[in-house]
């Protein structure tokens, strides 16, 4: 989703009394609850008319947070809607319409930093990396990539849901690491933990592994860390998916959206194509 569409909804709402903060606020309090006349209780709440009302039900129909069925019975897609309001907060909230506006038109994509601290510090984040990380898998509707050489059992376990959750929505997830086969084999267990749970499911054909060629490349590394989802937004960070990393160091990484997604994604998927990288039978995890 661009900026400019969320900068547009903000300020038709403004121009009528409200907020996108606000009206995603008061979908997230009707998730679960048995909505009937979506339209006029819109109309009640934000004292709008009628028209006014079907434009809003077209705009989060068009922002992924709720659906209409054939009967026009809507339901809240409650994932997507936790995580575009902590996006509108996070912008309505730290930056004027004014810089929004020029950001539009000077840098089209949105870049969100991420901190991980020490869990005994007093410095505060809005947001950590792999809170984050959950949030940016659950988006994915057609594809994801998750790129990270080192995992302990601890990491593993915070994202596995969170993996697993791609392919059982039909989407494919292209994992990229080291160690599965070749070198020390530590990665092998983890990958094999996520290929028993998706053939458990019935899932395991929409998962792809590559590991770091090191047996060619041995006296090369593997380092990168990136996340690629739908080809739309991306995490690109210090963080590896170690209790260490993700509980008692200082890691930071972005959420970018926009043009810059695309170029980065056609990267990755073009370093798949050479002798960097090998693609693992997943018959041998």
Known sequence: MELADLLALEQKLRREGTTT??????????????????????????????????????????????????RNNISFQSDRLRELLTRVEWLFDEHSLDQLSRATVENPDQVRPILNVPEETDFDVDSTIIGSLIDLLATAEDS???????????????????????????????????????????????????????????????????????????????????VIVDRQQA???????????LRNAIEMGTIIEGKSVPPLADTVEQMLTSDLWLGVDLDDV
Request: charged share 20%; aromatic share 10%.
């Open 235 to 245: 995490y690109i960070g210090s963080a590896n998916m170690t209790e260490r990393s």
């Open 21 to 70: 903060e606000t009206l995603l606020g008061y979908c997230l309090y009707l998730n679960g609850k048995e909505v009937v006349a979506l339209g006029q209780r819109f109309q009640t709440e934000f004292d709008i008319s009628d028209r006014q009302a079907s434009d809003l039900i077209e705009w989060l129909e068009y922002l992924g947070v709720a659906r209409l069925d054939e």
């Open 144 to 226: 994801a990539v998750v790129m990270n050489p080192f995992y302990t059992q601890v990491g593993f376990d915070l994202l596995q849901e969170a993996l697993v959750g791609v392919p059982k929505r039909g989407a494919s997830l292209t994992l990229m690491t080291r160690d599965v086969l070749q070198g020390t084999g530590e990665n092998r267990n983890y990958v094999r933990q996520l290929v028993e749970q998706l053939e458990s499911v019935g899932r395991s054909h929409h998962l792809s592994v590559y590991e770091f060629n090191s047996e060619l490349h041995n006296t090369a590394t593997f380092h990168a860390k990136a």
